[in-house]
């Protein structure tokens, strides 16, 4: 592999790095990451970590990490030759370690390739009505919480409940269990921090159990109950894969079932609220918007850009390899840092204006075997949800700044406040 980019004030302090993940976890760094992003550019391309390995902060490089193919995820295998490998043995992590976005191949090239394009331009046309509704009767709630009340909390109202009603209706799950998938899936995610705490990966351990109960009793009384639905089909396909071994086929469609759905929540929530919170706090930006409906795309990539519903992504060296003029050993894991890739100026010019008209790059999606097969879904609901609150509420905007829950992997905005 050949070095990619600049290094830029390299620092060989293993330790320099602690307090700024310390910030980032905060409640000011979740506020604000820019500057802490700023200052892990500032270490260098590629930063040593505390307990070994790096972080990655520049875009070029970032990029080169999820497009390659020696660069791999943490599987099973990679887990087990750790020092530390009673880490990996927690419910939690080894539920999620066999979904696919922890999976290499030939693995995930078998599953992969089993779900084609999953979300493909006539799925999503045959979609978007459905997407429409539950956007109009979302923001009905949100309009009858404004008039009642005088502010509502975007986030409990519209945010967190139009990805879980999307691929709820999808896979044809019934509308009460909504409310459960999502508290599970809220306390599951605690075990994909990068360093969680004992006390995390117990309620994760918790929710794991939760969570498996509920979709392997799904995938139960689906195939007694079979229907014109995604899950039905997914059924005779993963059965034809592995006649007589129902076991196998079931562990797959537990997986499938459970992995797209909880994939489908949180980040697409994140980035429903990130749009409102940066298109609504400026009155003109949010007008511009609503009289130029063609640049919607645009600002939801600059969305995806600025505020990147994921901090970090974790690969290893399959082979002994030098990543931007430093050599990193064979097993070695590097964290991609997607903000601070994103912020890269040398990617994109003056990164921490916001600017819909940008037409810059970002990482946010991933890149290579393991870009977010949600991709299009997420953009449809994004935009189908703004074009509808844009000429619903063309005065609305937020009362206050978000909230943030208390994490360093996955962002999630617990609150959002605003009125008209």
Partial sequence: MTAVGVIRGTTTDRRAV????????????????????????????????????????????????????????????????????ARWQDPATREMTRTLSRLNPPEHTFRRRALGNLFDRGTLEAMRPRVEDHVTRLLDRLGLALRTHGEADFVTTVGDQLPIHTVGQWLAIPAEHYPRILDFTHRQVHAQELIPTRSELAVSAQATLEMKGFFTGLVAHRRAH????????????????????????????????????????????????????????????ADRLRRHPEDLDDAI??????????????????????????????????????????????????????????????????GGAHYCLGTALARLEASLLLTQLLERFPTLRPTAGPTYANRMVFRRMTSLRVTT
């Fill in 226 to 285: 079979p229907g014109d639905d995604v899950l039905t089909g997914w059924i005779r396909y993963w059965d034809a894969q592995y006649p007589g071994d129902r076991a196998a086929a079931d562990q797959m469609l537990y997986d499938l079932t459970m992995f797209i759905t909880i994939a489908s929540l949180e980040t697409t929530a994140t980035l429903l609220t990130n749009a409102v919170w940066f298109l609504t706090q400026d009155p003109a930006r």
């Fill in 301 to 366: 990539d600059e969305v995806l850009r600025y505020d990147p519903p994921i901090h970090l992504n974790s690969r290893f060296a399959a082979d002994d390899t030098v990543l931007a003029g430093v050599p990193v050993a064979k097993g070695t894991t590097v964290h991609v840092l997607y903000g601070a890739a994103n912020h890269d100026p040398r990617r994109n010019p003056d990164p921490h204006t916001f600017d819909i008209h940008r037409k810059g790059g970002h990482l946010t999606f991933g």
């Fill in 18 to 85: 602690i307090p700024l993940l310390r910030r980032l976890r905060s409640g000011e760094g979740q506020a604000n990451p820019l500057p802490v992003w700023d200052e892990l550019r500032a270490l260098g391309e590629v930063v040593p970590a505390p307990w070994g390995g790096y972080f990655v902060t520049g875009f070029d490089t970032c990029s080169q990490i999820l497009r390659g193919r020696d660069w791999l995820v943490p599987d099973f295998a990679w887990q087990e030759r750790r020092p530390d490998a």
